[in-house]
């Protein structure tokens, strides 16, 4: 079956090309008639427009390419959602790559394979030693909480003050232990905890910070005993932390208790064991989150947790790329997100 073309279209709507073309790309100026004739037209013929040529002729896809940590997490499918979203608002595709533990480095070879105009990374990791993997023939934009070393624009969302300021509120309060569920494996396995307010880059490095910056503004010393490693960041983990916290007398006997959980699925986690034991939350031990997944708003009780805008985050994330795509050559930009502390029944305050 021969395929429809552009000059088929335009011949049988008694239009010129560059009509129908503006047609297709909701531009030009036209009368609305002409405009529904030529759709109606489009849609009767079973037009669809050839990428191939098109990318041919201009140099350009439209598509945009996403590198990110295998869906293990509920936060990924939101974050890829938000992101096409935005992606389609600009008139653009979205296409996903996965990489699981040998990291963002692992699939750069893969995105050359792919036609895209240009990509987004999400490093999982800090990328101190590999950095050289933000320096592509195509443009790229990073995401997540590396630093991008002026190579490259990135979008971040804030880390320190959202947990410093839910664990301030907790100790204000008078909460006897407050434990955290997701620290760095390496400080917690080493017990160099202190150690954290030296890094400046990755996710469980700087909530871990603001925990502990929390408790030193307090004038109170972090337990270590009750700050617990994150492994997959999952809700295994979640349940497997609050379990260990069980075990700890300083915890499990306090006069009254809180968790903060470095995002929602280990508070998830942490939720079903703690009420698995007998709990109530909040009554007998208070849980926070971060990330404000759907999940959290319907579990039950429902997740204190933090709403980092991800939105604002995702088309803040394609719009610089566009932006590099069509050729700007500003400076290198860093844009963070705001956030708001979702409080709900899981905590008291």
């Known amino acids: 079956?021969?395929?429809v073309t552009?000059?088929?279209?335009?011949?049988?709507?008694h239009v010129s090309i560059k009509t129908v073309s503006n047609v297709i790309n909701d531009s030009g100026s036209m009368r609305p008639e002409t405009r529904q004739r030529v759709k109606q037209v489009i849609e009767r013929l079973g037009y669809t427009i050839n990428y191939s040529a098109r990318s041919l002729k201009t140099?350009?896809?439209r598509i945009i390419g996403l590198a990110i940590m295998a869906f293990d997490q509920p936060w990924t499918a939101m974050y890829a959602g938000e992101l096409i979203k935005a992606a389609r608002r600009h008139g653009y595709s979205l296409v996903i790559d996965t990489y699981d533990d040998g990291g963002l480095s692992s699939i750069i070879d893969e995105t050359y394979r792919v036609n895209a105009d240009g990509w987004i990374f999400y490093a999982d990791q800090p990328l101190a030693d590999c950095k050289d993997i933000l320096k592509q023939r195509y443009p790229v934009v990073l995401t997540g909480d590396s630093l991008a070393y002026g190579l490259v624009d990135s979008?971040?969302?804030p880390n320190v003050q959202p947990i410093y300021d839910i664990t301030s509120t907790l100790i204000a309060e008078g909460v006897g232990c407050v434990g955290l569920i997701g620290a760095p494996d390496d400080l917690v396995a080493e017990r160099r905890l202190d150690d954290v307010n030296a890094l400046r880059e990755g996710t469980r490095a700087l909530r871990t910070q603001g925990y502990c910056?929390?408790?030193t503004d307090a004038g109170i010393e972090v337990n270590e005993n009750v700050v617990i490693e994150g492994g997959r960041w999952d809700m295994n983990w979640g349940a497997r932390g609050a379990r260990h916290l069980l075990s700890v007398p300083a915890f499990r006997d306090a006069r009254s208790r809180a968790v903060v959980c470095l995002n929602d699925a280990l508070a998830l986690g942490a939720l079903h064991v703690f009420k698995e034991h007998g709990w109530n939350v909040p009554?007998?031990?208070?849980?926070?989150?971060?990330?404000?997944?759907e999940e959290?708003?319907?579990c039950n009780p429902a997740l204190t947790t933090v709403n980092s805008h991800l939105d604002q985050y995702a088309d803040s994330a394609i719009s610089m790329l566009i932006e590099r795509i069509e050729g700007a050559d500003s400076p290198v930009r860093v844009?963070?997100?705001d956030f708001v502390i979702e409080r709900r029944a899981s905590t008291a305050f």
Do not use: L, Y
């Not at 552009?6 to 709507?13: G, N, R, S």
């Open 6 to 13: 552009i000059t088929d279209v335009a011949k049988e709507a």
């Open 155 to 157: 979008v971040t969302m």
């Open 213 to 215: 910056r929390a408790f």
């Open 335 to 337: 844009i963070s997100t």
């Open 1 to 3: 079956m021969k395929r």
């Open 296 to 298: 959290s708003r319907h």
């Open 59 to 61: 140099g350009t896809t």
């Open 283 to 293: 009554e007998d031990v208070q849980v926070s989150g971060f990330d404000d997944i």
